[in-house]
């Protein structure tokens, strides 16, 4: 393990490893050179964050693709001794015909969008020991058993095996080296559009960031942690700007036990026709919505942040094509005292 200073950087991002079909990601990470994964490692490297959540990214029942990653990490220095990949709801195949286009195996019929079974999924990587008997997956939760979910009508064949989480929802605790029991709190949510006027993905989007204020109220089967955590993952969701149902985004924002260090980059970008900080944005989308903030890393009120930020540079850094050519997303880092 390495030395260890007293302030520690987690970091949620969106890092485009997702492929077109299984065993592809694992493919690219065994070629000596790859147009995006090269960018990439230089993005994480440049990052070094000591927790890191990195979504769209393909699962695996064996984790080869993970353990891929973190070995040309670490053959650059980086190490992380300690990755978590649980099963997704991304692509696994219901049978039914969930989005009522007539047809059935569509990448929208699974539990959750995906070309295939682990399409697009979450991994989580530390230089600090996950406590893996203690994780708590919320992915196998149906839709319908979240307190005040905003599920529209569907057929009780539908409801009977709906998933909520599009991804997965995971409680992880993690050992800190002063012996604190850290837990993060990992998502990734459905876009809010791509559906009809029912907003199926819409409300979906919203329920899957309202499950983690059912958690901190203690509304779910089990009682949320007491001590430190960080809720951090992919929103998919702007507070202000885009499409979507921000209430429940806005309300884990301002929750009393969390602290939203509102992390920003330098880019200088400016979008007039939006009401947010361009700074705030995480990602950008080229055909339309510009600029958003999809990303989010909030710590708990008993965690001191020393300082935040994302990894947007101008233009003119030659940093930030390499950021450009890894995805369009940017990584987001919150450095924190325990």
Same mark, same amino acid.
């Given at each position: 393990?390495?030395?260890?200073?007293?302030?520690?950087?987690?970091?949620?991002?969106?890092?485009?490893?997702?492929?077109?079909?299984?065993?592809?990601?694992?493919?690219?990470?065994?070629?000596?050179?790859?147009?995006?994964?090269?960018?990439? !490692?230089?993005?994480?490297?440049?990052? =070094?964050? =000591?927790?890191?959540?990195?979504?769209? $990214?393909?699962?695996?029942?064996?984790?080869?693709?993970?353990?891929?990653?973190?070995?040309?990490?670490?053959?650059?220095?980086?190490?992380?001794?300690? %990755?978590?990949?649980?099963?997704?709801?991304?692509?696994?195949?219901?049978?039914?015909?969930?989005?009522?286009?007539?047809?059935?195996?569509?990448?929208?019929?699974?539990?959750?969008?995906?070309?295939?079974?682990?399409?697009?999924?979450?991994?989580?990587?530390?230089?600090?020991?996950?406590?893996? @008997? *203690?994780?708590?997956?919320?992915?196998?939760?149906?839709?319908?058993?979240?307190?005040?979910?905003?599920?529209?009508?569907?057929?009780?064949?539908?409801?009977?095996?709906?998933?909520?989480? /599009?991804?997965?929802?995971?409680?992880?605790?993690?050992?800190?080296?002063?012996?604190?029991?850290?837990?993060?709190?990992?998502?990734?949510?459905?876009?809010?559009?791509?559906?009809?006027?029912?907003?199926?993905?819409?409300?979906?989007? %919203?329920?899957?960031? *309202?499950?983690?204020?059912?958690? !901190?109220?203690?509304?779910? /089967?089990?009682?949320?942690?007491?001590?430190?955590?960080?809720?951090?993952? @992919?929103?998919?969701?702007?507070?202000?700007?885009?499409?979507?149902?921000?209430?429940?985004?806005?309300?884990?924002?301002? %929750?009393?036990?969390?602290?939203?260090?509102?992390?920003?980059?330098?880019?200088?970008?400016?979008?007039?026709?939006?009401?947010? #900080?361009?700074?705030?944005?995480?990602?950008?989308?080229?055909?339309?919505?510009?600029? !958003?903030? @999809?990303?989010?890393?909030?710590?708990?009120?008993?965690?001191?942040?020393?300082? /935040?930020?994302?990894?947007?540079?101008?233009?003119?850094?030659?940093?930030?094509?390499?950021?450009?050519?890894?995805?369009? %997303?940017?990584?987001?880092?919150? #450095? $924190?005292?325990?």
């Amino acid at each position: 393990m390495p030395s260890f200073a007293e302030t520690i950087r987690v970091a949620a991002y969106s890092a485009n490893l997702g492929r077109f079909g299984p065993g592809v990601l694992l493919s690219d990470l065994n070629r000596a050179s790859d147009d995006q994964i090269d960018p990439l !490692l230089e993005v994480l490297l440049r990052l =070094d964050a =000591d927790i890191l959540l990195l979504t769209d $990214i393909d699962y695996d029942a064996r984790a080869q693709a993970l353990n891929a990653l973190a070995d040309r990490l670490a053959s650059r220095g980086l190490t992380y001794p300690f %990755h978590l990949a649980l099963r997704p709801n991304s692509g696994v195949a219901t049978g039914l015909d969930l989005n009522g286009d007539g047809a059935l195996g569509t990448p929208d019929d699974a539990l959750g969008y995906g070309r295939f079974a682990g399409a697009e999924a979450m991994a989580l990587l530390s230089r600090f020991p996950i406590d893996e @008997t *203690a994780i708590r997956d919320f992915t196998p939760l149906l839709w319908r058993d979240l307190p005040g979910h905003l599920m529209p009508p569907l057929a009780p064949q539908v409801t009977n095996v709906q998933r909520l989480s /599009s991804t997965g929802h995971w409680d992880v605790p993690i050992t800190l080296p002063n012996g604190q029991t850290m837990h993060i709190f990992a998502y990734s949510a459905t876009p809010p559009v791509f559906d009809g006027p029912e907003d199926r993905n819409g409300r979906r989007n %919203h329920d899957e960031t *309202a499950l983690w204020l059912a958690y !901190l109220s203690g509304q779910l /089967s089990q009682a949320p942690p007491d001590g430190p955590l960080v809720v951090m993952g @992919t929103s998919n969701l702007d507070p202000v700007d885009g499409d979507g149902r921000p209430d429940a985004l806005l309300a884990l924002l301002n %929750h009393p036990r969390l602290q939203d260090p509102i992390p920003k980059g330098t880019s200088g970008r400016l979008e007039p026709a939006q009401s947010g #900080d361009p700074a705030a944005d995480t990602a950008f989308f080229d055909r339309g919505a510009g600029g !958003l903030r @999809t990303e989010i890393v909030l710590p708990s009120r008993d965690l001191t942040v020393v300082q /935040s930020g994302i990894l947007w540079p101008p233009d003119a850094d030659p940093f930030a094509a390499i950021l450009a050519a890894a995805s369009r %997303h940017r990584p987001v880092w919150v #450095d $924190i005292n325990p």
